[in-house]
């Protein structure tokens, strides 16, 4: 009983330091050379809610955002769910070497930071941060972000604009850089899709060729290749 | 040809230390050890640039390499970064008088006055490239206690500098030969990045004069810096 009241005590004590409202000044960083990012989606939320998660089958609205860059799905989910976003920072592309700054006043119950968008072009990549815990301390955090498979389609590397933005279509909707070729044979075959696990997972890169006009990629291996990290998502806690 | 490893000597004379002004120059109470290993599989590093300041950083991603840090990225000469931190700021820098090979470890002692804004910066070339390089800039120091310790692991940054052809003719390490720094901005992107990584002709560029070997992945060096004194 004696024990009980304490614990009490403490939890009463350490709970204005884990959840706090803040007032976040973001700014996320394309770090790569020759990937576009396409609307960003970053969302304050509960502990319990994400945008994805790394070994969890992609849900409808994550298919959608890696497919194709749409993001109402995800924003709505996260909405329902208490969260709070900041849709569309960039006002459109984010490309290479450029930065998007946005504020977020976050209440209490929104302790997590997540973020995503798709990268062009890809089949299914995405940038992600995955609920990071929002510091309490008034500070500058800066936070790393990897290159992500959603896990839902083939990664053929072969270009099919505008219709392969929609879920369950093969091909890339999109090379905003304007380098990426056509009439290739294909990477992997579009169906079935067995050359990689069909959840989150690091994204193994794009291959590319050098062959504008055939070859087995339709992408430029001089110009779409990355290494991660390909962004950095720095978060001054006022 | 020689630009790699011509500078060698001229290394030596970069290692100093900038005293604060006064006519009772302080005599240094602080040492760090900076210890850094090359993860790489097949890219040398320059010799490692390790300095001490208070002032701006010496890259910022998104942003065009000064052309300090691109004489860096393409040569891996590292005088001219060492100059422009020295003068802006400078406390103290040592250099390594050596390439640091694939799998290598060495360590730097560097030593200061007590200073609350001091920063580390630490760059190298990672010289099979066009203009790949690592580093750390800024990193506070100041307020670091005898026994603390930060490490770190970098990734390779692409200068932005000189387009990544991997031709023998545009890479200064053992792999290429060739040229090193000249003053060409050439790379589409005029930007600090992260590296994309060589192809390499192993992997379908047949203009390249890299193999497997040379390919890297992130991270590309450990990094341990530890207040000793």
């Known amino acids: 009983m004696k024990h009980k009241l304490i614990l009490t005590t403490l939890l009463a004590a350490l709970a204005p330091l884990s959840s706090q409202a803040a007032d976040l000044e973001i700014s996320v960083s394309n770090l790569t050379a020759g990937i576009y990012f396409t609307p960003l989606l970053v969302a304050a939320h509960p502990a319990a809610s994400h945008l994805f998660q790394i070994g969890q089958g992609a849900s409808g609205a994550l298919q959608a955002m890696a497919e194709g860059g749409d993001i109402a799905g995800l924003k709505t989910a996260v909405e329902a769910a208490g969260g709070q976003t900041l849709a569309n920072p960039a006002n459109g592309l984010l490309a290479p070497a450029q930065s998007a700054q946005a504020i977020l006043s976050t209440t209490a119950a929104n302790t997590r930071l997540s973020l995503t968008a798709m990268l062009l072009p890809t089949n299914d990549g995405f940038v992600g941060l995955d609920g990071w815990v929002i510091p309490t301390a008034p500070g500058t955090y800066t936070v790393d972000l990897n290159a992500y498979d959603a896990g839902t389609e083939a990664n053929t590397e072969l270009m099919n604009p505008g219709a392969g933005g929609a879920p369950g279509v093969s091909g890339i909707p999109a090379d905003p850089s304007g380098k990426a070729g056509s009439g290739g044979t294909g990477v992997v075959p579009a169906a079935p899709n067995d050359a990689e696990p069909h959840v989150v997972h690091i994204h193994r890169g794009v291959l590319g060729d050098t062959n504008a006009s055939g070859g087995t990629s339709d992408l430029d291996s001089r110009s779409h290749r990355w290494l991660n990290p390909v962004a950095r998502i720095t978060v001054v806690v006022k | ?229």
């Open chain 2, 1 to 229: 040809m020689s630009t790699l490893f011509s500078y060698g000597l001229g290394m030596l004379a970069v290692s100093t230390l900038v005293a604060c002004g006064g006519s009772n120059t302080p005599e240094p109470q602080q040492t760090l050890r900076v210890t850094v290993t090359n993860l790489t599989a097949g890219q040398p590093m320059s010799p490692v640039l390790v300095a001490l300041h208070t002032g701006a950083p010496a890259w910022s991603a998104g942003a065009a390499a000064s052309t300090a840090l691109e004489k860096l990225a393409e040569s891996g000469d590292s005088s001219a970064l060492a100059a422009s931190l020295s003068a802006a700021g400078g406390m103290a820098a040592v250099n390594g008088t050596a390439a640091l090979g694939p799998g290598a470890v060495e360590s730097h002692e560097v030593s200061f006055a007590p200073n609350a804004a001091a920063r580390l910066t630490l760059a190298t070339m990672l010289v099979n490239t066009n203009d790949a390089f690592a580093g750390v800039t800024a990193l506070p120091v100041g307020a670091m206690a005898v026994g603390d310790q930060i490490r770190q692991q970098l990734v390779a940054w692409d200068a932005g500098t000189e387009a990544n052809d991997e031709t023998a003719g545009t890479i200064p390490g053992p792999a290429g030969g060739g040229e090193g720094f000249n003053t060409a901005r050439s790379d589409a992107l005029n930007a600090v990045r992260v590296h994309a990584g060589v192809i390499s002709a192993d992997d379908g560029l047949l203009t390249s004069a890299l193999k497997a070997k040379h390919r890297f992945d992130n991270p590309v060096m450990n990094v341990l810096v530890e207040r000793i004194r």
